[in-house]
């Protein structure tokens, strides 16, 4: 069996497991920051659906362990280790953890590809009571007017039929999203990055849609926007502010003197 046949999941990032590990964006420290603040306590956090490590290197500085998982173990091969970050492969629906073991669980740009139901029974599982589930995802970059229409574009026509049905839950900015759990606030953090134009063109070399592209029609898509994005970019070796809109659902879990306030409430 395949990965996708046993978990029902798509593995969209193996092929440029090395583009992803290059040239997606890194978290801002006050994300984690926030979270952290959010917990109880500090001894585990999971970080599910981890990539190549991005949102576990974060974690690392305010727990004491930070187990992070992926399905795909190219990814996981290419991610940046630390002697206390735990590299797991294994899938978002059947965790290898223990019972009430995690303060945090956190979903990095990898919420959309779970089958909900199930991870979501996973989360109540590993969570302790009282502790944290937070997920986010980013959507269309902000650079300026022309450049952003470019990439609107590529996002919609160019690559827009190659992309999972999955990636409306990220259009949607996951309101749209099943999220089974009592909501806290979400933050409002902003991520940014200082790119160049190569560097800002592996990062669309690294999207499942542009991957699924190549598959199907032999040849690369942005040959379709690189003369219109070097025109708008202008020196293509000129750093440019790369911003990145985040959108979160973060939720706790209920606590056993919540859960038997619900009950009372129900009964009555």
Same mark, same amino acid.
């Given at each position: 069996m395949?990965?996708?046949?046993?978990?029902g999941i798509e593995?969209?990032f193996?092929?440029?497991?090395?583009?992803y590990?290059?040239?997606?964006?890194?978290y801002?420290?006050n994300?984690?920051?926030?979270?952290a603040?959010?917990c109880?306590?500090?001894d585990?956090?999971w970080d599910?659906?981890?990539g190549?490590?991005?949102a576990?290197v974060g974690?690392v500085r305010y727990?004491?362990?930070?187990v992070?998982s992926?399905l795909s173990a190219?990814?996981?091969s290419?991610?940046?280790?630390?002697?206390r970050?735990?590299?797991q492969?294994f899938?978002a629906e059947?965790?290898d953890?223990?019972?009430?073991?995690?303060d945090?669980?956190?979903?990095?740009q990898?919420l959309?590809w779970f089958?909900?139901?199930?991870f979501?029974?996973?989360?109540r599982r590993?969570l302790k009571?009282g502790?944290?589930?937070a997920?986010?995802c980013?959507h269309?970059?902000?650079?300026?007017p022309e450049i952003?229409?470019?990439?609107?574009?590529?996002?919609?026509?160019?690559?827009?039929?190659?992309? $999972? !049905?999955?990636? +409306? &839950? @990220?259009d949607?900015?996951?309101?749209?999203?099943p999220?089974?759990?009592?909501e806290?606030? /979400?933050?409002?953090?902003e991520?940014?990055?200082l790119?160049?134009?190569?560097?800002f063109?592996?990062?669309?070399?690294?999207?499942?849609?542009?991957q699924?592209?190549m598959?199907?029609r032999g040849y690369h898509?942005?040959n379709?926007i690189?003369?219109d994005?070097?025109?708008?970019?202008?020196? $293509? !070796?000129?750093? +440019? &502010? @790369?911003?990145?809109?985040l959108y979160?659902?973060?939720?706790?879990?209920?606590?056993?003197e /919540?859960?038997g306030q619900k009950a009372?409430?129900t009964l009555?």
């Open positions: 395949t990965k996708k046949q046993e978990t593995d969209c193996s092929k440029q497991a090395e583009t590990a290059r040239h997606r964006p890194e801002p420290d994300i984690f920051q926030y979270l603040g959010l109880p306590t500090h585990l956090a599910c659906g981890t190549s490590g991005q576990a974690l727990f004491t362990q930070v992070a992926d190219k990814q996981v290419r991610a940046r280790s630390h002697e970050i735990l590299y492969v899938s059947k965790a953890l223990e019972t009430q073991s995690a945090l669980i956190t979903v990095a990898a959309h089958k909900l139901s199930r979501y029974t996973e989360v590993v009571p502790g944290v589930l997920a986010w980013y269309l970059t902000v650079i300026s952003d229409e470019i990439i609107k574009n590529y996002y919609q026509v160019v690559v827009g039929p190659y992309w $999972s !049905e999955r990636i +409306r &839950l @990220v949607d900015r996951y309101t749209t999203i999220f089974p759990f009592e806290l606030p /979400s933050p409002q953090i991520m940014n990055t790119w160049n134009l190569n560097e063109l592996g990062f669309l070399d690294s999207w499942s849609s542009t699924k592209f598959e199907v898509p942005l379709e690189k003369k994005l070097h025109q708008a970019w202008g020196n $293509s !070796e000129q750093k +440019r &502010l @790369v911003h990145f809109p979160f659902k973060i939720g706790r879990n209920p606590t056993s /919540s859960k009372l409430l009555s």
